[in-house]
């Protein structure tokens, strides 16, 4: 049987009818169900479609030969539909991306190893990958670019919207440094916690290493460390010599052999 071949206008539609990611990817709708959406929403999902071409993003659906193929991995979890706006090329199969991750409510300490991490793996020639938020992930986006590499931003929002606004200058540097923002959010999708936590999966799938910079024990950064492992990725995180709230998490990451320590 012939695999139905769905438009960027299709997924949309669907998108916004509330179907879930893993029922657009594996195909199990009904086609009444296909048909309604396209008919309630085709007119909204081509204008943002036309208005995102326009100002540059570039969006790719899971039966793209071009879509990347570390998301196509993760089967059921795989984004029916990704939006891109810089460097694709850093999307590339024979990258070496690594996700530097951590907490948005940081200590100096936390924060200054995610830069350092950032840093140091960057000028081995890896592209760092991160979800541009305060904290860890500005600091590791920070520390990528002062060492002169190329670095990725997952967000969980619409390409229009910067989360956080405060962020607004590190993502235009991002961009003008030969970097990336990516997310399988249309225009006008604002973050919410549960997209934020959708959004560490791709973190974690489109890496080949995750390290966790900083965090305590309850963390979204926690999530993402939860998918690497379920994707089968290598997953690292920071030591420090004391523990407190602010790195549980990375003490017990170690202490049960869910990371490694970097």
């Known amino acids: 049987m012939k695999q139905k071949i769905l438009s960027k206008e299709d997924i949309l539609c669907m998108q916004y009818a ?31 479609l036309e208005l995102q071409h326009e100002k540059g993003v570039v969006t790719f659906t899971f039966q793209e030969d071009k879509f990347p193929s570390s998301f196509k991995k993760i089967g059921a979890d795989c984004p029916p539909m990704i939006h891109c706006l810089g460097n694709l090329s850093l999307l590339g199969p024979n990258e070496s991306r690594i996700a530097v991750i951590g907490a948005r409510a940081a200590s100096p300490a936390g924060n200054r ?27 590791a986006h920070e520390g990528c670019l002062a060492a002169r590499g190329k ?12 989360h956080p606004i405060e962020n607004t200058p590190l993502q235009q540097r991002i961009l003008e440094c030969g970097g990336l923002i990516l997310s399988e959010q249309p225009f006008g999708v604002k ?55 602010m790195n549980r998490g990375n003490e017990l990451l170690l202490t049960q052999n869910l990371a490694k320590p970097v």
């Open 18 to 48: 509330g179907m879930q990611p893993s029922q657009i990817v594996s195909l199990r709708f009904q086609e009444e169900e296909y048909s309604e959406a396209f008919d309630t929403y085709i007119d909204k999902a081509r204008d943002i």
């Open 113 to 139: 190893r995610a830069y350092t991490l950032g840093e140091r793996f960057a000028k081995e020639g890896n592209i760092i990958v991160s979800g541009l938020a305060l904290g860890c992930d500005k600091a």
């Open 151 to 162: 670095t990725i931003a997952i967000v969980a929002s619409g390409l229009n919207i910067v």
């Open 191 to 245: 973050a919410n916690p549960s997209r934020l936590v959708a959004r560490n999966r791709l973190q974690a799938a489109l890496s080949s290493v995750v390290i966790l910079a900083e965090c305590p024990e309850h963390s979204g950064s926690m999530h993402t460390m939860r998918f690497a492992r379920k994707y089968h990725k290598q997953c690292l995180a920071a030591s420090y010599p004391h523990y407190s709230e």
